[in-house]
């Protein structure tokens, strides 16, 4: 039996009721689908900007990543072909990046390589409607199954052109769709823009808080902290410096009590623990060796995570954050399988400052990881939230 064809999404905006249409992507189109030159254009200093797939990045064109500029009389030679215009759509045909989508938000003049296709659709259909259909599961599932199975992926424009999609008959319908996106996608650039400037935030005061090279105090301090940090080694700063222990990989699950962390970082939960208190944890063996996780409470580490707590002579959270700096990969030993020595590291020597400034600098990292984590998690959420809305708001 025929599997009938839905005719409505699963969730719509109040008042609209009619069925969805299925037509081919051409009928949404002002014009068939074109792109820009197929030959590789002559690169200037000073012109038009001229962009490829590799400035499609996160559903923008990033024209940081352009391919360089192009003549005005170069740049008038494409326009016979294709001229770019505000709310034109692009998707990526070919290359690694196939199926990537972006949409015209700038009237500055610029101009495409023939990787992008380009179209034009405000007269027939929201442009933003086509935009955010074209990112749906089913479109680039399309996509995938269309491009040639060569050495490199292609999509020709005719064969997408004639892609089944199902749409509102309702212009308005479409319109409501597009606003939702651009708004969502909107409050993802805004969490994107923070979570980016925190990063760099955070990066600035490793570089500041912390002597350079050759110096003895840092260029930024808190108020009160004066006098040069003295060099210590990493052993005399901490109480506990040594590897876990052994566990059953079957005693490891997806839930449990306790959080297990090995070389690489959380491996999973147990009904066991082998530490408790604040510790900065170091991968021991592995590619990923000298990578830094901290763990509060209860938990077990493995025999291939090295557990740092500091004595009395300093601060666990600022020892975290200096070993994080300490770029410990370097010191593994060159061997198939890369690994860290305990007794090895303990020598390394560090400058350091009194423990209320370690403290207060402690503080102030874990204070930006904090706000980090939650915008990364709001982040997320809201892209998951575009995913389902995806789904359901598009046949």
């Not at 970082?265 to 009904?271: E, K, M």
């Not at 291939?304 to 707590?309: F, K, N």
């Not at 004595?311 to 990969?329: P, Q, S, W």
Request: charged share 25%.
């Amino acid at each position: 039996m025929k599997k009938e064809t839905k005719k409505a999404p699963t969730i719509r905006f109040r008042g609209f009721t009619d069925d969805w249409e299925q037509r081919k992507l051409l009928d949404l189109l002002d014009q068939p689908i074109t792109d820009g030159p197929h030959e590789t254009p002559n690169i200037v200093d000073d012109g038009v900007p001229f962009i490829s797939a590799d400035a499609i990045v996160n559903n923008k064109i990033d024209f940081s990543r352009k391919r360089g500029n192009i003549t005005e009389e170069y740049n008038l030679e494409c326009c016979k072909k294709y001229k770019p215009e505000l709310y034109d759509v692009y998707l990526v045909k070919s290359g690694s990046t196939v199926g990537k989508v972006a949409i015209v938000e700038t009237t500055e003049k610029f101009n495409i390589w023939s990787p992008l296709a380009a179209m034009r659709c405000q007269k027939k259909s929201n442009p933003y409607f086509l935009f955010f259909l074209l990112q749906t599961r089913k479109i680039q599932t399309q996509v995938k199954d269309k491009s040639s199975n060569g050495t490199q992926p292609n999509l020709s424009m005719r064969i997408l052109e004639k892609f089944d999609v199902i749409v509102p008959q309702n212009k308005e319908e479409q319109l409501a769709i597009g606003c939702f996106f651009q708004k969502l996608d909107n409050t993802l650039t805004l969490h994107q823009r923070k979570l980016d400037q925190l990063k760099t935030l955070k990066k600035y005061f490793l570089q500041n808080m912390f002597p350079a090279k050759g110096e003895k105090v840092p260029r930024i301090r808190f108020k009160g902290f004066t006098g040069d940090w003295e060099q210590r080694k990493l052993g005399e700063c901490c109480q506990e410096f040594k590897s876990g222990s052994f566990i059953s990989a079957s005693d490891i699950g997806d839930v449990g009590k306790y959080p297990v962390y090995g070389g690489n970082g959380l491996r999973g939960f147990s009904a066991e623990y082998n530490h408790d208190g604040e510790f900065a944890l170091i991968g021991r063996q592995g590619a990923l060796c000298g990578n830094m996780n901290y763990s509060v409470g209860r938990a077990y580490f493995t025999e291939h995570a090295i557990a740092v707590q500091a004595n009395k002579t300093a601060d666990t959270k600022f020892l975290y954050y200096l070993l994080r700096k300490m770029n410990l990969g370097q010191y593994s030993d060159q061997s198939a399988q890369p690994g860290l020595a305990v007794g090895k590291l303990v020598k390394l020597t560090e400058l350091f400052p009194s423990v209320a400034e370690q403290i207060k600098i402690g503080h102030q990292f874990m204070g930006i990881d904090n706000l980090i984590t939650l915008h990364q998690r709001k982040l997320d959420q809201f892209q998951m939230m575009k995913k389902f809305m995806l789904q359901n708001l598009f046949i």
